[in-house]
């Protein structure tokens, strides 16, 4: 009886062990996906490592509903280790989060070898990038250094609403492929 106990409790310590560390991060530092676009603007203020000057740092575009924030640190903020970044929202909602980190103070092998240690290896892995995934966030580190985080659920979305179909080439492409 004792024994069942004890390694029941060693189960369930493995099992929130293993989620625990594979959980990925739903943004960087305050900057989460699924912030709204003002809460998002506020989390930027906060952080320096962005760079955000305010609102000459959004553009918008009404025609499709979305808006992004782009910010670039050469000038705000020259120490740190984002040198850009992009916020995308969609139903003002943030929704990708890209930041291209700075060549100059952080490689690409220790990003990697950090998101492996807190994350597990990638899920998919390719010369040009890396991908962990989890039910609710994708993150991506591509060549030459940028990571990114993006909202599964609401880019699932976005692709199966979209209404645009493959070009001639893009089809050529396939069929090609499919021949092998």
């Known amino acids: 009886m004792r024994f069942t106990a004890r390694t029941n409790i060693i189960k369930a310590f493995l099992v929130f062990s293993a989620l625990s560390a594979f959980a990925l991060p739903a943004g960087f530092g305050k900057v989460k996906l ?3 676009f003002e809460d998002a603007k506020s989390a930027l203020k906060s952080d320096s490592q962005f760079g955000y000057r305010g609102d000459r740092d959004v553009s ?9 924030i782009e910010t670039d640190t050469r000038i705000t903020a020259p120490y740190s280790y984002i040198s850009k970044s992009w916020l995308q929202f969609s139903d003002k909602k943030l929704y990708v989060l890209t930041m291209n980190l700075n060549e100059e103070r952080v490689d690409y092998y220790s990003v990697f070898s950090k998101l492996c240690e807190k994350y597990g290896n990638p899920s998919e892995i390719s010369p040009k990038k890396s991908v962990w995934r989890d039910s609710s966030v994708i993150m991506s580190l ?6 990114r985080f993006i909202d599964s659920s609401a880019f699932k979305g976005k692709n199966e609403s979209s209404s645009v179909s493959k070009s001639a080439s893009e089809q050529m492409k396939g069929q090609f492929l499919d021949s092998f």
Not at 60 to 68: I, N, Q, T
């Open 142 to 147: 591509e060549k030459p250094l940028t990571l």
């Open 60 to 68: 918008l575009s009404p025609s499709d509903g979305e808006s992004v």
């Open 34 to 36: 699924g912030m709204s």
